[in-house]
């Protein structure tokens, strides 16, 4: 697609549950990116993809979160057993391959998430 | 590891007058230096990147940076605010191999006074 795509634009929970949230990057970026913002704070990075490397988690705020990104595209976020710090805007992000001069990250809309 | 700095979560100027917000970065090599903007109630976009070419770097809406290794630092400038620049903004640097992922800063609040 033309820009970076999540959904959904909006998420209220319970507390407990799980959630999955997509990202679909721009076709042809092989980087994907994870990035938490909550109220009147910075981005938080929690995950990273490149190509077929293996993803660098180490922003994962805990087990409860995990990612994938099948067939180097789609990505899904997945948090278990939500709990209310949880409550942010989680935002995608994509980019082409490390090492170029065309570097820069497109952002996605982000996904709001609630948890009640 | 990569990290960036930004000094100050709010800058307050009045209208038309000089918009600086700093960024200084941590980094054994230069590497590729980005400012991105957020609007209230908008995504992030980006303003300029740094990427080697030039020192000075132009972005949209007027904005610009200048890249200082010796100062390891990459300070966003407007000449003359306008009401419209009041967003967050944030500073972001990334590194040359694919391994690398961009890292941004905690942002700094620009507020313009009429």
């Known amino acids: 697609g033309a820009g970076v795509s999540q959904s959904p634009s909006n998420k209220v929970t319970e507390k407990g549950k799980d959630v999955e949230l997509r990202c679909d990057p721009i076709?042809?970026?092989?980087?994907l990116y994870w990035y938490r913002q909550s109220l009147g704070q910075g981005l938080e990075f929690l995950i990273y993809f490149q190509g077929n490397s293996a993803p660098d988690k180490s922003g994962l705020p805990s087990d409860r979160f995990s990612a994938e990104r099948t067939g180097g595209s789609v990505s899904t976020l997945t948090i278990q057993r939500t709990q209310q710090e949880d409550s942010a805007v989680y935002l995608c992000a994509s980019s082409l391959e490390g090492g170029q001069q065309n570097t820069e990250a497109f952002f996605g809309q982000g996904t709001r998430l609630t948890v009640v | 590891a990569q990290s960036v700095t930004q000094l100050g979560s709010h800058v307050s100027v009045s209208e038309g007058a000089l918009v600086l917000l700093r960024c200084n970065y941590s980094?054994?090599?230069?590497?590729?230096l980005f400012w991105y903007v957020q609007y209230p109630n908008q995504g992030l976009q980006l303003l300029l990147k740094y990427t080697s070419a030039a020192t000075l770097v132009k972005g949209i809406n007027g904005f610009e940076a200048e890249f200082k290794k010796s100062e390891t630092s990459f300070h966003l400038t407007k000449p003359s605010a306008h009401m419209s620049d009041a967003a967050e903004y944030f500073c972001?640097?990334?590194?040359?191999?694919?391994?690398?992922?961009?890292?941004f800063g905690s942002g700094t609040r620009l507020s313009i006074r009429p």
């Open positions: 076709s042809g970026h092989t980087a």
């Open positions: 972001a640097v990334r590194g040359y191999s694919s391994a690398s992922k961009i890292i």
């Open positions: 980094s054994s090599v230069p590497p590729y």
